[in-house]
C-alpha cells in the first residue's frame, strides 16, 4: 500500500532548539512552554486555525485548515469529546501505534 501525501505542509514538529512553526506562515512563539492546552487557536502569525502542543521536549503545530480533511475532522471530534487529558493520552496511543508499526 502506497503511503497517502500530501503536497501542502500541514504539521511541523519542532524540539527545543528549533521550536515548531506555523505550516502556513513559519510563525513560531520564542518560549514555547509546555502545554495540555488542547483548543484550536489563531495563528499569531497568519490566523489560520492552528492546534499547539508542547512538551518539554517537544512540540507539535498543526494547521486545521491544512490538514487532510479527515483529519480535520477526527480533530474537531477529539476536542469536542475528550477532555485535556484523554487528548494526551489519545496523542501518546498514536504515537505508540506508530512507532510500534514501524519497529515490529
Ligand atoms: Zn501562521
Redesign the pocket.
Known amino acids: 500500500m502506497t503511503p497517502m501525501t500530501h503536497s501542502t505542509p500541514w504539521f511541523s514538529i519542532g524540539t527545543v532548539d528549533a521550536p515548531a512553526?506555523?505550516?502556513?506562515?513559519?510563525?513560531t512563539v520564542a518560549a514555547w512552554a509546555p502545554s495540555l492546552d488542547h483548543h484550536v487557536r489563531p495563528?499569531?502569525?497568519?490566523?489560520?486555525a492552528?492546534l499547539t502542543w508542547g512538551t518539554p521536549d517537544r512540540s507539535l503545530w498543526i494547521?486545521v485548515e491544512y490538514a487532510p480533511r479527515p483529519v480535520a475532522s477526527f480533530l474537531r471530534w477529539a476536542l469536542e469529546q475528550l477532555d485535556e487529558l484523554e487528548f494526551v493520552e489519545l496523542l501518546a496511543s498514536i504515537e505508540e501505534l506508530f512507532l510500534g508499526a514501524r519497529s515490529p
Open positions: 512553526r506555523c505550516p502556513r506562515c513559519a510563525f495563528c499569531g502569525g497568519c490566523g489560520g492552528s494547521s
